[in-house]
């Protein structure tokens, strides 16, 4: 499968600060994806992102499709309690039905 | 309630000691996948399906089968577990039409002694 490389790989932050973490890739990607981990869930679907320099918001989290088509940005703003768990970024390359590939999470941890 | 069930949601087992995964989904998907969740290593796919009866390997299939005789289940089956296959499994669901909406079950931690 494609690699995708997340950074970083954990955080550890205290609560109400910002938080930024991204996903690199060497394969042009036609979308970026970004899912969330809660502990002992499944992941759940965050943000989705289309095009290229694409800016999104859900809320305290805002994330970007990279021009080169290469990367993806999330950032969490003034972070709080329930926003520990594993982030991850996912690519969807080309019309492929098995076409969606994921990074391999960043570990969040907020001190409150 | 649009969901992926999976059961057990927790096994304890012995190396050689055969036993299944089931995963259900009641979206009408077609696409399934099974991956397994190792400390930094992220998700890995295991095996997919496009469609009922038929399936492909994933990245790291050995060990494991599937089948996919009904739409909505997708069954992993571990013949001969071995430790290194301890491990939280998630299977996944999403329509072939909105590729990126894929939906995970709650997942499964299996431990192999």
């Known amino acids: 499968g494609q690699q995708l490389n997340q950074s970083p790989q954990s955080m550890f932050i205290q609560e109400g600060e910002d938080v930024s973490m991204n996903c690199t890739s060497s394969s042009i990607f036609n979308t970026w994806l970004w899912y969330k981990q809660d502990p002992g869930e499944g992941p759940v679907l965050l943000i989705a992102?289309?095009?290229?320099?694409e800016l999104t918001s859900n809320g305290r989290l805002t994330a970007q499709f990279g021009i080169t088509r290469k990367d993806s940005f999330l950032n969490i703003s003034a972070s709080i309690p329930s926003d520990v768990g594993i982030y991850f970024c996912?690519?969807?390359?080309?019309?492929?039905?098995?076409?969606?590939?994921f990074g391999t999470g960043t570990r969040l941890t907020v001190i409150p | 309630e649009a969901q992926v069930t999976q059961n057990p949601r927790y096994l304890i087992t012995v190396t050689g000691k055969k036993l299944t995964v089931t995963c259900s989904q009641n979206?009408?998907?077609?696409?399934m996948s099974w991956y397994r969740q190792d400390p930094g290593l992220g998700l890995r796919q295991i095996y997919y399906?496009?469609?009922?009866?038929?399936?492909d390997k994933g990245d790291v299939p050995e060990g494991y089968k599937v089948s996919r005789k009904e739409k909505r289940n997708f069954p992993l089956i571990l013949e001969s577990p071995s430790p290194n296959q301890t491990s939280l499994y998630f299977c996944?669901?999403?329509?072939?039409?909105?590729?990126?909406?894929?939906?995970f079950g709650p997942g499964t931690r299996l431990t192999v002694t």
């Open positions: 992102l289309y095009k290229a320099g």
């Open positions: 979206m009408n998907h077609e696409y």
């Open positions: 996912a690519g969807q390359l080309g019309t492929g039905a098995n076409n969606l590939f």
């Open positions: 996944a669901s999403r329509s072939l039409a909105f590729a990126y909406e894929q939906y």
């Open positions: 399906s496009m469609n009922v009866e038929v399936t």
